[in-house]
């Protein structure tokens, strides 16, 4: 029910804006964020957003370098990842829930209701 664009190849040092929108349904008053999984990794948490906006919440490794926002206009939610490092290869994934953006990262991401089906980043070295 989300679906995720933006990922791709890039070099060290570059950056790249994702963006996840909702297929079928809005997601009125859900927190939206972002998890990542590489390869042979556990999904983690990367960043997550209140409804409002006004409350973001960040990964400890992302912390300074990404920057989550949102559009509830146009039903879209962005991750802007600059300075990418080759240790944040993953997939992507989009997620909407309840609870929370203070929350996020301490939830087991199974417990999250809504997920996208991800996109690849690549960062080179």
């Known amino acids: 029910q989300l679906v995720e664009s933006g990922g791709g190849l890039v070099q060290a040092g570059d950056s790249l804006r994702l963006s996840c929108a909702p297929s079928g349904r809005t997601f009125s008053g859900y927190t939206m964020g972002w998890f990542r999984q590489a390869p042979g990794k556990e999904r983690e948490f990367v960043a997550a957003i209140s409804w409002s906006g006004g409350s973001t919440y960040y990964a400890n490794s992302v912390k300074g370098r990404f920057t989550t926002s949102r559009d509830n206009a146009k039903n879209t939610v962005y991750l802007q990842m600059n300075s990418l490092k080759p240790g944040d290869t993953a997939v992507y994934y989009c997620?909407?829930?309840?609870?929370?953006?203070?929350?996020?990262?301490?939830?087991?991401?199974?417990?999250?209701?809504?997920w996208g089906q991800g996109t690849l980043v690549t960062v080179s070295s």
């Open positions: 997620a909407a829930d309840l609870l929370p953006s203070s929350s996020w990262d301490t939830t087991p991401y199974r417990y999250l209701e809504v």
